[in-house]
């Protein structure tokens, strides 16, 4: 069974930074993708960023190019997602997911954690 335990969330700044954390257990090959998704208040769940477990690919959505970058580290079966130059847009609460690389991307995986929540805000 897949678990997924996001953490690092919170009170931040316009313009400052976080670091997120998934910690996965029970993937398996199936799980070949982890990816980054967000809900604002009274929003549909966007995708944020995704990345194969190799990490020989990833996919940002158009609003967080160059100012968020997601990693691995597999030997802590860890995936983190970078948030800097945050704005309150970013604002929300932050998933994560896992299955295949196209499934994580279309936001149509089965696995998903609890969420974390970031607010951006002065």
């Known amino acids: 069974q897949v678990q997924l335990v996001e953490s690092g969330g919170g009170l931040v700044q316009p313009g400052g930074s976080l670091r997120l954390s998934c910690a996965a257990s029970?993937?398996?090959?199936?799980?070949?993708?982890i990816g980054w998704f967000r809900q604002a208040p009274g929003k549909e769940r966007d995708f944020v960023a995704a990345?194969?477990?190799?990490?020989?690919?990833?996919h940002y959505a158009d609003s967080v190019k160059g100012r968020f970058t997601i990693s691995r580290d597999n030997a802590k079966n860890t995936v983190y997602l970078q948030m800097n130059s945050l704005k309150p847009e970013d604002t929300g609460i932050y998933y994560c997911a896992a299955g295949s690389f196209s499934t994580v991307i279309s936001g149509t995986s089965g696995s998903w954690g609890q969420g974390t929540q970031v607010t951006v805000s002065s």
């Open positions: 990345i194969t477990w190799s990490g020989s690919r990833t």
């Open positions: 029970g993937l398996t090959l199936d799980y070949c993708g």
